[in-house]
């Protein structure tokens, strides 16, 4: 790595700090702002909005990460590219879809959204400029966009469905010391459902915590995001945010060969997950110390909650190549990032003992999910502080609701 940039902004969007590059003597182009580049699988967190939002995956279910998965046919009927990935070879939890990256289902999450449709949110509700091509690989991050945008749309996580544009002049003051301009939060309310933007903060929660972006959850407090790798590993990025600041960190490796500026490929441990996450974990840590920031409790992830919906079959497609996978609905959509992350604790918690088991016994386990009171584990009420989704077999759940909380 020779190059790298990062941003940060607080709640109302005031940048905080803003390093473009390398050296400013060397070279004064601002990456943050005036730069484009491939976001990798920093660009998932939108498309897996997209389809909570519209009702096609619920944070509860799973997502079909089998193999192989090719891109739909082109208009030209090309035979489309397979695309890799790493992961169990079947359904897996929403969750660890988006935790560990995986590039298959985040594929059929766009299949079952629709590229045109992610574009129009990624602009109507996250504040994309950049130009963002309407085709499948969009998912991984294909189209550039710059620092600046993706603060922004994190924001709306961070913000429970309200989006805050990145602004860094306070005021402008004229020759006789007027002030001739005042810098001002613009502030975009509900651009999002809350539900959906409090699925997803759980969802980054697990990435930071327990999955891709894990090294940067493990230095600084309170941190979800999203790591990104793009092809050759050109580009390491981690997306994330805390409860006070949204940070944006990328890092590559640049040459400057006859005048022109080329990104080389890095090596192999040059993933987002494993040098942009740490650095990011590093410099939140600090500012947390400075501003005050406190480290808070939450709600449980989703993971081992909901394991066992099982994909229905794809409906074969007329004119369809023989052998190609046509995606088949929404349930069975997953995706990672086109060089595999290294994430935090394997397979392990995906609840495959628990499905063998049932194989055995050749019987269907009903399952029902409550909202459970974080501190009594049961039923919760309006007022219960903290709740999460907790999975209970049909007919066994808890029918008294938390006795630890008034109001009944």
Same mark, same amino acid.
């Given at each position: 790595?020779?190059?790298?940039?990062?941003?940060?902004?607080?709640?109302?969007?005031?940048?905080?700090?803003?390093?473009?590059?390398?050296?400013?003597?060397?070279?004064?182009?601002?990456?943050?702002?005036?730069?484009?580049?491939?976001?990798?699988?920093?660009?998932?967190?939108?498309?897996?909005?997209?389809?909570?939002?519209?009702?096609?995956?619920?944070?509860?279910?799973?997502?079909?990460?089998?193999?192989?998965?090719?891109?739909?046919?082109?208009?030209?009927?090309?035979?489309?590219?397979?695309?890799?990935?790493?992961?169990?070879?079947?359904?897996?939890?929403?969750?660890?879809?988006?935790?560990?990256?995986?590039?298959?289902?985040?594929?059929?999450?766009?299949?079952?959204?629709?590229?045109?449709?992610?574009?129009?949110?990624?602009?109507?509700?996250?504040?994309?400029?950049?130009?963002?091509?309407?085709?499948?690989?969009?998912?991984?991050?294909?189209?550039?966009?710059?620092?600046?945008?993706?603060?922004?749309?994190?924001?709306?996580?961070?913000?429970?469905?309200?989006?805050?544009?990145?602004?860094?002049?306070?005021?402008?003051?004229?020759?006789?010391?007027?002030?001739?301009?005042?810098?001002?939060?613009?502030?975009?309310?509900?651009?999002?459902?809350?539900?959906?933007?409090?699925?997803?903060?759980?969802?980054?929660?697990?990435?930071?915590?327990?999955?891709?972006?894990?090294?940067?959850?493990?230095?600084?407090?309170?941190?979800?995001?999203?790591?990104?790798?793009?092809?050759?590993?050109?580009?390491?990025?981690?997306?994330?945010?805390?409860?006070?600041?949204?940070?944006?960190?990328?890092?590559?490796?640049?040459?400057?060969?006859?005048?022109?500026?080329?990104?080389?490929?890095?090596?192999?441990?040059?993933?987002?997950?494993?040098?942009?996450?740490?650095?990011?974990?590093?410099?939140?840590?600090?500012?947390?110390?400075?501003?005050?920031?406190?480290?808070?409790?939450?709600?449980?992830?989703?993971? @081992?909650? &909901? !394991?066992?919906?099982?994909?229905? =079959?794809?409906? *074969? /497609?007329?004119?369809?190549?023989?052998?190609?996978? %046509? #995606? @088949?609905? &929404? !349930?069975?959509?997953?995706?990672? =990032?086109?060089? *595999? /992350?290294?994430?935090?604790?394997?397979?392990?918690? %995906? #609840?495959?003992?628990?499905?063998?088991?049932?194989?055995?016994?050749?019987?269907?386990?009903?399952?029902?999910?409550?909202?459970?009171?974080?501190?009594?584990?049961?039923?919760?009420?309006?007022?219960?502080?903290?709740?999460?989704?907790?999975?209970?077999?049909?007919?066994?759940?808890?029918?008294?609701?938390?006795?630890?909380?008034?109001?009944?």
């Amino acid at each position: 790595m020779t190059t790298g940039a990062f941003v940060l902004m607080d709640t109302d969007g005031r940048i905080v700090t803003m390093i473009g590059g390398r050296d400013y003597d060397e070279d004064q182009y601002n990456i943050t702002a005036q730069g484009g580049r491939q976001p990798g699988s920093a660009f998932k967190p939108f498309v897996y909005a997209a389809a909570l939002e519209r009702g096609l995956i619920s944070p509860h279910g799973t997502v079909d990460n089998s193999a192989p998965y090719y891109y739909p046919l082109d208009e030209t009927n090309q035979r489309p590219k397979a695309v890799g990935g790493g992961g169990p070879d079947g359904p897996v939890s929403v969750e660890e879809a988006l935790r560990r990256s995986l590039n298959r289902a985040a594929c059929r999450v766009m299949e079952a959204v629709g590229p045109a449709n992610v574009v129009s949110m990624a602009k109507r509700t996250f504040g994309f400029e950049s130009k963002l091509n309407p085709y499948h690989s969009l998912v991984l991050g294909t189209s550039e966009v710059r620092m600046l945008e993706m603060a922004e749309a994190y924001s709306v996580f961070q913000q429970n469905g309200t989006r805050v544009e990145p602004w860094a002049i306070t005021s402008i003051t004229g020759p006789n010391g007027q002030i001739i301009y005042r810098g001002q939060s613009r502030i975009h309310k509900n651009v999002m459902g809350k539900m959906t933007a409090e699925n997803m903060d759980r969802l980054l929660r697990a990435v930071g915590v327990m999955g891709s972006g894990h090294r940067a959850g493990a230095i600084a407090a309170n941190v979800r995001g999203k790591t990104g790798t793009t092809q050759e590993n050109k580009d390491a990025w981690f997306c994330g945010y805390t409860d006070e600041f949204v940070g944006i960190m990328w890092l590559s490796n640049l040459e400057i060969s006859n005048g022109r500026k080329v990104h080389k490929e890095m090596s192999d441990a040059a993933e987002g997950g494993k040098v942009s996450a740490p650095t990011w974990g590093k410099i939140l840590k600090r500012i947390q110390e400075l501003s005050g920031e406190e480290a808070r409790r939450f709600k449980s992830s989703f993971e @081992g909650e &909901i !394991i066992n919906l099982i994909p229905e =079959e794809p409906e *074969e /497609e007329e004119g369809v190549e023989e052998g190609l996978e %046509t #995606g @088949g609905g &929404i !349930i069975g959509t997953t995706g990672g =990032e086109t060089t *595999e /992350e290294t994430t935090a604790g394997g397979d392990e918690g %995906t #609840g495959t003992g628990e499905q063998n088991e049932e194989e055995e016994n050749n019987t269907a386990i009903e399952y029902i999910f409550v909202e459970v009171c974080a501190d009594s584990e049961k039923p919760a009420t309006f007022y219960c502080p903290e709740r999460y989704t907790k999975r209970f077999a049909a007919g066994a759940q808890a029918l008294e609701v938390c006795p630890l909380h008034g109001g009944h």
